[in-house]
C-alpha cells in the first residue's frame, strides 16, 4: 500500500472522525483547499475525493508549482513524471524529455562530437595507411611489350605491338625547360607546391562535372606517374585510393625532378610512343632535347588524348584529321596561353611562337610488320578489342597480349590473290592515266556466326594505310535495294487517305510480284499519290541506266534488271524510315547511313564492306542477325581479360528473308549478275553502280558464306579529295558491278568454298499481295521474265523539272572532310542525279579521306577516344 494510504497516528484525544479532520486540513501556503459545498456541520471538513485532490496536489502543504515530497512517493530531480528514475545515456539521442520533433534533432554538442569524431577517424585511418603503404617497384606495366595475334586456327599469325616502339628513357637534364613548363601548366600548376594530390583541383573537376561541362582530370602530374609506374590501370576504387596514397607518399620522399621526368618517360603521347624521347621521334624526327617551345606545347597537348591530338586523325568518327588539327591548334595555342599566365613564358615569347604558326608534325610511320593484308588485320583485331573490351588503346599498345582473331589464314590469302590477279590483269596505270590510284576493299563474314573470316584492306598497309574493308565513305549503290523491298515486306505499302503514319494493320504488304512502272525519269510522287518536290520546289524525275523504259514490271524483274524507278518509289510508299530501320536491323551502322531523302532508297548511303557483308549475312541465316566481329579472346600472362560474346537478334520473319533471298538468287541466275554464277552451288546477290560511275560493288551469300566487294577510285595526294570516275578504267567504257568486283567475288568464293558441301537456301513461301504502285496497272508487260528495252524510249522527258543529269550546284556540294557518312550534292543527301552506270546514278559521292590511316574510323571497330 502506498504512503498516503497508510493510517496516520492517532492523536491523544478526538477518535478517529477527529484524527480524518486533521488530517484533510490544508498547512501553510497561499490557497486553502476551498470548502466542501455540503451543508455540513464543519465547512471545512471534507469527503474522500477532496482528500485524494488534496494529496495529489502536494499532501500537507507547499505553494502552487511544489512537486510531492520523496518520502510520499513524488518525484523530483533525476526522476520522470511517472515517478521512475531517468536513466543517464552516454548519447542522448533521441533526446530524452523532449517531444515531437525536437526529440529527433540532434542537440550542437552530439554533432560537433560527431564531426571531431569523424575527422578523427579519417586522419587516423590515413595515417596508418600512409604507414603501411610501401610505394612498389616499377612493374610490367609500365614497359613496353609486344603483342601475339594468332590466326582463327590458333597459329601465330604475326609478333606486333608495343614491343617494337622506341622507348629510350632521358634524364631530366635533356629534357627542355620548355617541354617541362609547357607540360606543368597544362597538366599541374601547382606541382611544385602540392603534396602529390591536389584536393583543389579534385574538387574543381568534380564541381565542373557536376554542371554538365567538360570532363576533367583531378589527377596531379604525381599521381599520373605513379598509375603510369606502379599500378594497373584498371578503373576501380581500390586502385585510386591506393594511387592517392602512394602519391602523397611519392610526393613527400622523390625529388620533385626526378617526379616530372618518370612521368615525362612513361606517358602516352600516340603513334604507339611511350617517352618525350619517342614522341619526339615519332611526330617530329628529333631528339626531345632539340625540340622547339612550340613543338612541346603540342606534345603537352597530346597528352590530354593522342586519339583527339594527332593532326593526322586517329580512331573513330569524332577523330577526322580535320576536327583532330582543329582541337591540336586549340590546344596548343591555350598552352601557350597558360604558359605566360603561370609565368613560365614571356609574352612576347609566346607572340612570336603564334605568329609562326601550329608546329605541323610529320606524318606517322609505319611498323615493319604491318606488310600486305597484316597491318589492316591487326589493326581490325586492335580497334575491336578497344571497343568492346576494358582494354584502352594505350594498355593494348603497351602490348604482353594474346590475341586470338576469327581471320582464317587461306581465306584471307585467296581473297588477295582473287583482288591481285584482277589488278594485275586489267589496271595498268602505266599505259592508261585513268588506272591510276584505283583501289579495292573487301570483306568476307560467316552468316551465322558474324566471324570476319577474311578482308582485303588495299595493296599494302605500310604504304596504303586507309583499311579499305572498313568505313572508307564509298556509296553502296543499289546493293542498298533488298532493304527496301525486306521493309516493304515486313510493314507494307502505305493506302492514300489514312495520313502518313499508318500502322502495320492498316497498311498492304509487299509481294515480290507487285508491279510497279519502271519507265525512265517518272515523276516520283508521295504515298497518296501526289508529286513531290524537292526544298527548291522542283519536281524529281528518277532516271534508269542508259534511260531506258522498262514498262509495267514486278518488283523481282525490278531487282533483277536493278531498275531504279520502281524502288525510288516504293521507297516512298513504305517510308524511308522504316526503309533506313530495316537496314540498321540488318546489320548496318546507322552513322553510316545518308540523309532521308528518296534517293535513300537507291545507296546514297556509304557502309563499310564488313557491314555489307554482315548485313547480305542476315538475309542468308534466314532473318537472323549476327554483329560481325573479329577476335573470339584475349589473354594476358596466360589468363583472359576479354571473351568474345554473341549478339544476334531476329532482324526479319523468316519468311521475310527468305523471298528476299529468293528475289537475289534471280540476279544472279539471269540479271544483272550472272558473272557470280558458282555453278550448282546457289548464289544470291546484288551489282551495285553510283552516279558518275565513282564506285562499283558486288555483294552475295551462299548459305554458309557472305562477302562484299567494292571497287572505286580516289588520288590519295590531291589537295582536294573526291572520288574520281572510273570510265575507262581498265579499258572498259564503264565500270560497274557486274565487272570487276562479281569477277573478284566469284574467284574468292569459288576457292574459299571448295571441298564445302552444296547448301540449298530454304525456300521462301508466299508473302504479301500483287499490289500496283502509282501509275502501274495489270498488263502483259508485267511479266516476271519481261527483258530489258533495247532502246530509251523517246517519250520520257524530264519536262520542266529539276533535270537529273544536271550537276550538283557548287554551292549545295559537301566540302572536303565535312561530308557526313553518306552525304552527296545537291540538298544534303541527294536531290540531283547524273548519268548512272548500270544501276543509275544515285547522286554525287561523299568526299573522301583517304589521307587519315582510318583504321576504325568510326565504321564497326572504331574504339572509343582518348
Not at 583531378?218 to 584498371?234: D, R
Not at 536491323?585 to 545507296?603: I, N, V
Request: glycine residues 12%; aromatic residues 8%.
Amino acid at each position: 500500500m502506498s504512503e498516503h494510504r497508510r493510517k496516520p497516528p492517532q492523536p491523544e484525544g478526538g477518535g478517529r472522525a477527529a484524527a480524518r479532520r486533521a488530517a484533510q486540513q490544508p498547512t501553510s501556503g497561499r490557497r486553502a483547499t476551498p470548502p466542501s459545498n455540503s451543508a455540513g456541520p464543519d465547512p471545512r471538513a471534507g469527503g474522500r475525493a477532496d482528500s485524494r485532490r488534496a494529496v495529489t496536489r502536494g499532501g500537507s502543504g507547499g505553494g502552487r508549482r511544489r512537486g510531492p515530497d520523496t518520502a510520499t512517493g513524488g518525484g523530483g530531480r533525476g526522476r520522470k513524471d511517472n515517478g521512475r528514475p531517468v536513466t543517464k545515456r552516454f548519447i542522448d539521442y533521441p533526446r530524452a524529455g523532449k517531444s515531437g520533433v525536437r526529440r529527433w534533432l540532434p542537440s550542437w554538442k552530439l554533432v560537433l562530437g560527431m564531426c571531431v569524431g569523424f575527422a578523427g577517424l579519417i586522419v587516423g585511418i590515413v595515417g596508418v595507411a600512409l604507414a603501411v603503404v610501401q610505394v612498389p617497384s616499377a612493374q610490367k606495366a609500365s614497359v613496353v611489350q609486344k603483342n601475339v595475334y594468332y590466326w582463327a586456327d590458333g597459329k601465330q599469325m604475326v609478333v606486333a605491338g608495343g614491343g617494337n616502339l622506341n622507348r629510350q628513357i632521358v634524364p631530366i637534364s635533356q629534357i627542355p625547360k620548355s617541354m617541362q613548363f609547357a607540360v606543368i601548366s597544362a597538366e599541374n600548376a601547382s606541382f611544385y607546391q602540392d603534396w602529390g594530390v591536389d584536393p583543389m583541383g579534385i574538387a574543381r573537376a568534380v564541381v565542373k562535372m557536376a554542371q554538365g561541362g567538360e570532363t576533367q582530370s583531378g589527377s596531379t602530374i604525381t599521381q599520373q606517374f605513379v598509375k603510369n609506374t606502379y599500378l594497373s590501370q584498371e578503373q576501380t576504387l581500390k586502385r585510386k585510393a591506393t594511387e592517392l596514397l602512394i602519391s602523397i607518399k611519392v610526393g613527400a620522399t622523390q625529388d620533385k625532378n626526378d617526379i616530372l621526368a618518370g612521368y615525362l618517360n612513361t606517358a602516352y603521347y600516340g603513334r604507339g610512343a611511350y617517352g618525350i624521347q619517342a614522341a619526339a621521334r615519332a611526330y617530329y624526327d628529333r631528339d626531345c632535347a632539340d625540340l622547339t617551345p612550340s613543338q612541346g606545347a603540342f606534345l603537352a597537348a597530346t597528352l590530354n588524348g593522342p586519339n583527339l591530338y594527332d593532326p593526322y586523325g586517329g580512331q573513330g568518327p569524332a577523330a577526322t584529321p580535320e576536327k583532330n588539327l582543329k582541337r591540336a591548334s586549340d590546344r596548343w595555342k591555350w598552352t601557350l596561353d597558360r604558359e605566360v599566365q603561370v609565368k613560365h613564358m614571356a609574352p612576347e615569347e609566346r607572340d612570336k611562337w603564334v605568329k609562326e604558326g601550329f608546329p605541323q608534325p610529320q606524318k606517322p610511320k609505319q611498323a615493319t610488320n604491318r606488310a600486305g593484308q597484316i597491318g589492316y588485320l591487326t589493326d581490325l583485331a586492335d580497334n575491336y578489342v578497344v571497343a568492346h573490351s576494358k582494354i584502352s588503346k594505350a594498355e593494348l599498345d603497351k602490348g604482353g597480349y594474346q590475341i586470338y582473331t576469327t581471320f582464317d589464314r587461306n581465306k584471307v590469302d585467296e581473297l588477295t590473290k582473287s583482288v591481285e590477279e584482277v589488278r594485275k590483269a586489267n589496271i595498268k596505270p602505266k599505259e592508261r592515266d585513268v588506272d591510276q590510284f584505283v583501289q579495292f576493299g573487301g570483306a568476307s563474314v560467316e552468316p551465322k556466326t558474324g566471324k570476319i573470316v577474311a578482308i582485303y584492306g588495299g595493296e599494302n598497309a605500310l604504304e596504303h594505310f586507309t583499311n579499305n574493308a572498313d568505313y572508307t565513305g564509298v556509296q553502296v549503290g543499289s546493293t542498298f535495294k533488298p532493304f527496301v523491298l525486306a521493309a516493304a515486306m515486313t510493314h507494307g505499302k502505305r493506302n492514300p487517305g489514312l495520313g502518313e503514319q499508318q500502322s502495320d494493320s492498316q497498311r498492304t504488304l509487299v509481294s515480290p510480284e507487285s508491279v510497279y512502272n519502271g519507265n525512265n525519269k517518272l515523276a516520283l510522287r508521295t504515298y497518296n499519290g501526289q508529286i513531290w518536290h524537292d526544298t527548291d520546289g522542283s519536281e524529281w524525275h528518277q532516271r534508269n541506266d542508259g534511260d531506258e523504259d522498262r514498262g509495267n514490271i514486278t518488283l523481282r524483274t525490278a531487282m533483277q534488271f536493278s531498275v531504279n524507278t520502281p524502288y525510288i518509289q516504293l521507297g516512298m510508299d513504305v517510308g524511308t524510315d522504316l526503309v533506313r530501320d530495316a537496314a540498321v536491323k540488318a546489320g548496318l551502322d546507322k552513322d553510316q547511313l545518308a540523309s532521308l531523302t528518296p534517293t535513300f532508297s537507291l545507296g546514297t548511303s556509304a557502309p563499310s564492306a564488313i557491314r555489307l557483308a554482315g548485313a547480305y549475312g542476315t538475309f542468308a541465316a534466314a532473318g537472323k542477325q549476327v554483329d560481325p566481329y573479329s577476335v573470339d579472346k584475349v589473354e594476358k600472362d596466360g589468363k583472359p581479360v576479354f571473351e568474345h560474346e554473341e549478339k544476334s537478334a531476329q532482324a526479319f520473319d523468316a519468311n521475310v528473308a527468305n523471298n528476299v533471298t529468293d528475289v537475289l538468287k534471280t540476279v544472279v541466275e539471269s540479271g544483272t549478275g550472272t558473272s557470280a554464277q558458282l555453278g550448282d552451288r546457289p548464289v544470291a546477290g546484288k551489282t551495285g553502280t553510283t552516279d558518275g560511275n565513282r564506285s562499283a560493288w558486288f555483294a552475295g551469300y551462299t548459305p554458309q558464306l557472305s562477302t562484299a566487294i567494292g571497287m572505286y577510285r580516289v588520288d590519295p595526294n590531291a589537295k582536294k579529295q573526291e572520288f574520281l570516275s572510273m570510265r575507262g578504267v581498265g579499258g572498259k567504257p564503264t565500270i560497274h558491278g557486274a565487272s570487276f568486283p562479281a569477277e573478284i567475288w566469284a574467284d574468292y568464293m569459288g576457292k574459299a568454298l571448295k571441298g564445302a558441301p552444296v547448301l540449298q537456301f530454304d525456300a521462301p513461301q508466299p508473302i504479301g499481295e500483287k499490289v500496283y504502285g502509282d501509275g502501274a496497272s495489270p498488263s502483259p508487260s508485267a511479266a516476271p521474265s519481261a527483258p530489258p528495252s533495247a532502246q530509251p524510249s523517246a517519250s520520257a522527258s524530264p519536262s520542266a523539272s529539276k533535270s537529273p543529269s544536271a550537276s550538283p550546284s557548287p554551292s549545295k556540294q559537301c566540302k572536303p572532310g565535312k561530308c557526313r557518312p553518306g552525304q552527296i550534292g545537291g540538298v544534303d543527301g541527294g536531290d540531283t542525279g547524273g548519268p548512272g552506270g548500270v544501276d543509275g546514278g544515285t547522286g554525287d559521292t561523299p568526299t573522301p579521306d583517304p589521307s587519315r590511316r582510318q583504321t576504325g574510323g568510326g565504321g564497326l571497330f572504331g574504339g572509343p577516344q582518348g
